[in-house]
Every structure is written in C-alpha cells, then in structure tokens.
C-alpha cells in the first residue's frame, strides 16, 4: 500500500483546509488510520486517529475542538478537516496506516509514530497571521 497526502497550503490565521490521504495499490479498509504533522526542527506530532470502521476517532490536544478526522473505505481514504487554523499549525501533515488493531486503543501507542507501519508523503500546511 502507498499513501499519499494532499490538500496542503497557504492559508490565513481562522481558515479551513481539508486534507487528504489516498491509498494506492491496496486497500487500508482493514485498518486504524492516523494523521501526524511535523514542524521544522521539531519531533512528529501525533493529531488525531481513527479505527478501521470510523466509528472511534481519538485527537490529540492540539487537534480537539479544531479539527475532524474521518474516512471513507469506499474511496480507500482518510481526511483531515482543518478548521480555525494557527500559525502553530504550520508543518508537513502525514498520514499513516497502524501496526496492528490494538494500536489506537492505547494512547500511547496511537501517539507514536512508531507504532504506524506505512507512512505516505506529507502535504504542507502553511498558516500566517
């Protein structure tokens, strides 16, 4: 499976962008789907996660409240709706495909970026004030 991210841009401080992760080349149907972003000079930051099905999503702090994760088996994606974007916001988005089902049930498992097995390319997010 190949993933990739898109939907990434320039946007002004309390704009939305929704992003995007397509998988290629098999199905992620089965499996609990992440988003990571990454700021220049810092570590991988968990966002929000959410289980095969779609029906439990788990956000990280800095994702509550602002922005939703949600997928569609069908198309074979996952998206992330960003909302009342900070110029914290700024980094490069990932998505990514968890290891195993227990993954997401652990808050520190589904906050590792370890703990993600397939990860596509990033799609930057750009914020200014």
């Known amino acids: 499976v190949q993933l990739q991210a898109s939907g990434g841009g320039l946007v002004q401080a309390g704009g939305s962008l929704r992003l995007s992760c397509a998988a290629s080349?098999?199905?992620?149907?089965?499996?609990?789907m992440g988003w990571f972003r990454q700021a220049p000079g810092k570590e991988r930051e968990f966002v929000p996660a959410?289980?095969?099905?779609?029906?439990?999503?788990y956000y990280g702090e800095s994702a509550k409240g602002r922005l939703t994760i949600s997928r569609d088996n069908a198309k074979n994606a996952v998206f992330l709706q960003m909302n009342s974007l900070k110029p914290e916001d700024t980094a490069v988005y990932y998505c990514?495909?968890?290891?195993?089902?227990?993954?997401?049930?652990?808050?520190?498992?589904?906050?590792?970026?370890?703990?993600?097995?397939?990860w596509g390319r990033g799609t930057r997010v750009t914020v200014s004030s």
């Open positions: 990514a495909v968890a290891r195993s089902v227990g993954t997401l049930l652990s808050l520190r498992a589904r906050s590792t970026p370890s703990s993600y097995e397939i």
């Open positions: 080349g098999g199905t992620i149907r089965a499996y609990g």
């Open positions: 959410i289980s095969w099905g779609g029906g439990n999503t």
